[in-house]
């Protein structure tokens, strides 16, 4: 089983800042995600791994910690990207509304 305690923090400020962060930090980062957002990266992570039907395949998936890492790092880049695009889209929506209210 992967555990983060076992990667040196040292090598990667990234997991150096996680672990120091507040585990209610970390879940207000996560619950602020849009359904959109955690679908994406739902599909996205399936799409990965593969998806086969749980009812007819025990799925086991064995992997190192490089690897995992890569994952991680991917979902991660992807909720940023998306989390961007969000906020741009939102921005664009709202310059929209006041352009459309100026003519």
């Known amino acids: ?13 990234l997991l150096s ?11 207000e980062l996560a ?8 679908q994406i990266i739902a599909h996205n992570v399936q799409s ?3 998806v086969l039907p749980p009812r007819q395949f025990n799925v086991e998936i064995t992997t190192n910690h490089e690897n995992l890492a ?3 790092g991917s979902a991660m880049m992807t909720g940023y990207f ?22």
Request: no cysteine; net charge negative; glycine share 6%.
């Open 17 to 27: 800042y996680l672990k120091n962060q507040p585990p209610e930090v970390l879940s």
């Open 82 to 103: 998306l989390k961007q695009m969000e906020l741009r889209m939102s921005l664009d929506q709202s310059l929209g509304a006041v352009g459309s209210l100026d003519s």
């Open 1 to 13: 089983m992967f555990n983060v305690d076992d990667l040196n923090a040292s090598d990667n400020p």
């Open 70 to 72: 890569g994952l991680i």
């Open 48 to 50: 990965l791994l593969g």
């Open 31 to 38: 619950q602020s995600a849009s359904p959109e957002v955690k």
